[in-house]
């Protein structure tokens, strides 16, 4: 196999030991698909993202690049935390500004830019959503992998499996003790996902109108529980809108990992005119040992 220089970096997060961690490779063009998996696997992180150039077709030339994602047990066709990560360590080294990343589920622009303390913010604009039904015995089958009960559910943020890049079945706990119990069926849960090509659940609870906890159980990954979100968390902004939950002007703050010890932000915006979502965060790297 190839060597390939992976970074570590964590994603919305201004602290290196919260957020969600993902592995940076900023030159992957020597490496085939076995060769990113390999990397992925060894590497451990719930993704890492293989960057090559692409033709400059959206913006100058030198700021638009390929980029895949593979998990250590898959590739994924679009990873927001992922993709945070890499924007920040490209604007490291190329300066803050709007990046394009062509990816498999389509493409993706970002913005980069740095706060008052210096600290790189990366805003990506989702693909197109959509936001489908999902029948009663699909959602019987999740609780049971889950646990969990149907009148543990709040029964005004019905089910749904929502889309942003990729496809997530969202289901809202009526308590907060509820999300924070979470011991789930490991194997069975990931042949539920594997069947309906789902990459994450997205468990959330309405802390208030415009705030939200929120937990991914991530097994087709290989991962019990991905600590920060990105696509999950553009899909969901679409699932609120389809609700009438959130308008156009929206600003979500989903808070994910608090559970887990290991704390990320994300910033949700629905623009009105603009059915895409953007989604925010801080991006920082992690030193070589932590």
Request: with cysteine; proline share 7%; charged share 25%.
């Amino acid at each position: 196999m190839p060597i390939a220089e992976v970074m570590h970096y964590a994603a919305f997060t201004t602290d290196p030991a919260g957020g969600n961690m993902a592995g940076v490779v900023l030159d992957a063009a020597g490496l085939d698909d076995a060769d990113m998996l390999a990397v992925a696997a060894e590497v451990g992180h719930p993704e890492t993202a293989f960057l090559s150039e692409a033709p400059a077709r959206l913006t100058e030339a030198g700021r638009t690049f390929a980029v895949r994602y593979f998990s250590p047990k898959r590739e994924v066709p679009f990873c927001g935390h992922a993709t945070v990560a890499s924007a920040v360590a490209l604007a490291e080294r190329i300066g803050p500004g709007g990046l394009v990343f062509e990816t498999k589920a389509g493409t993706v622009p970002v913005d980069v830019a740095a706060d008052d303390d210096g600290v790189l913010w990366a805003t990506l604009t989702s693909v197109d959503p959509y936001v489908e039904p999902v029948g009663e015995d699909d959602v019987a089958q999740a609780l049971d992998a889950l646990r969990w009960r149907i009148d543990e559910l709040d029964p005004e943020l019905p089910p749904r499996i929502a889309y942003a890049g990729s496809r997530h079945l969202v289901l809202a706990a009526a308590t907060r003790e509820r999300l924070a119990d979470l011991d789930y069926d490991f194997p069975g849960l990931a042949r539920y996902m594997t069947e309906r090509d789902l990459i994450t659940l997205q468990l959330v609870w309405r802390e208030s109108a415009d705030t939200f906890q929120v937990r991914d159980p991530f097994p087709v990954g290989g991962i019990v529980e991905d600590p920060a979100t990105g696509a999950a968390a553009a899909a969901f902004g679409a699932y609120l809108r389809e609700l009438g939950k959130a308008g156009p002007g929206a600003v979500l703050t989903l808070h994910q990992g608090v559970d887990m010890g290991r704390p990320g932000l994300l910033r949700v915006e629905l623009r009105d005119g603009d059915t895409r979502v953007r989604v925010s965060g801080a991006g920082v790297p992690v030193p070589a040992g932590d």
